[in-house]
């Protein structure tokens, strides 16, 4: 098999997994572990397996100009990124959350335009539009009663906040990629996210009861730290370095629709009218601003 071909499995992967987390991890918040809490978990975690398994890569040394994009990077995709979206799931709905973080894509053309001079055609404007057309009309009408979902206003805000964050993680990190091995690359990432985000986060996990938690709640824990986590960040950082960025970003079309279909079935979720009109907006959207301009012959 090829490495490309293992890239594009390494995608599908991360998306698959990422689609039904905003379902599982929604399971065991607040009454368990509260989002900060999970994120300690998680960027504790995610940092002893990378270390655990950077010894089986080259040893590198980070140049000490790239330290800044290094810092950077970890506040853009394992800081703002997972407290905001951990938090914004506590809050929302697991629809909600899988349509808004597909906005990511809209965000690196936008970024892409203002930090590397690429030219916004007309589809990728009037994609921008839709996608943020879609965005809104969730944040603004898709409140909902829910003891589950306590402020989804301000939850689905936290959702574009964690869409731009991460949006904006692909576009530091791109460089870093092309650079450095994986193992190497998100052992140090994490380590510098594990540093800004203890003071944060650790207070949440010190007020964890372990002994009332089922065991099921484990299984999640356990879910979200090598499945959400370690291993999704492992397969997006191995399909940069053999798939360009709009090719990966195509994944995350698949993303929704597996977060849909996960929350029906799992009877976590339903669809409204609002809900399904904000998932059109935003997939078209989404596919114009990262559709390719097709050349126009002599």
């Known amino acids: ?12 992967a991360a998306t698959t997994i990422y689609g039904i987390n905003h379902t599982i991890a929604k399971g065991v ?3 368990y572990v509260t989002p900060f809490a999970f994120i300690f978990i998680r960027v504790v975690g995610a940092t002893l397996l990378f270390w655990a ?5 080259p040893k590198e040394k980070i140049e000490r100009k790239d330290w800044g994009r ?3 990077a970890a506040l853009l995709g394992m800081v703002i990124n997972m407290l905001a979206f951990f938090k914004g799931l506590d809050l929302s709905t697991p629809i909600n959350s899988s349509v808004l973080v597909t906005i990511s894509p809209i965000i690196v053309v936008i970024l892409s335009a203002l930090f590397l001079s690429e030219r916004i055609t007309f589809n990728k404007g009037f994609g921008i539009f839709l996608g943020f057309v879609g965005a809104l009309a969730l944040v603004l009408f898709g409140a909902e009663l829910r003891q589950d979902a306590p402020n989804i206003p301000l939850g689905n805000s936290l959702f574009l906040l964690n869409a731009t964050s991460y949006g904006a993680y692909l576009v ?3 460089k870093l990629v092309s650079k450095y091995h994986p193992f190497t690359l998100m052992k140090w990432l994490f380590t510098i996210a594990l540093i800004i985000n203890f003071p944060i986060t650790y207070g949440g996990f010190s007020e964890i009861d372990w002994g009332t938690m089922p065991l099921w709640a484990y ?3 356990a879910f979200v730290v090598i499945g959400t986590t370690f291993c999704t960040y492992l397969f997006n950082i191995f399909a940069m370095t053999e798939l360009k960025a709009s090719t990966i970003g195509a994944f995350i079309y698949v993303q929704p629709l597996i977060g849909i279909v996960f929350a029906i ?3 976590k979720d339903a669809l409204t009218t609002i809900k399904v009109v904000a998932a059109i907006l935003v997939l078209v959207g989404v596919y114009l601003a990262s559709k390719k301009a097709v050349p126009k012959g002599n």
């Open 172 to 174: 530091v990190a791109k």
């Open 53 to 57: 398994i950077s010894f089986f890569g």
């Open 29 to 31: 918040m607040p009454n």
């Open 1 to 12: 098999m090829s490495k490309r071909t293992l890239a594009f499995l390494a995608a599908l």
């Open 70 to 72: 290094l810092l950077l």
């Open 219 to 221: 299984g999640v824990i």
């Open 265 to 267: 079935l799992a009877g």
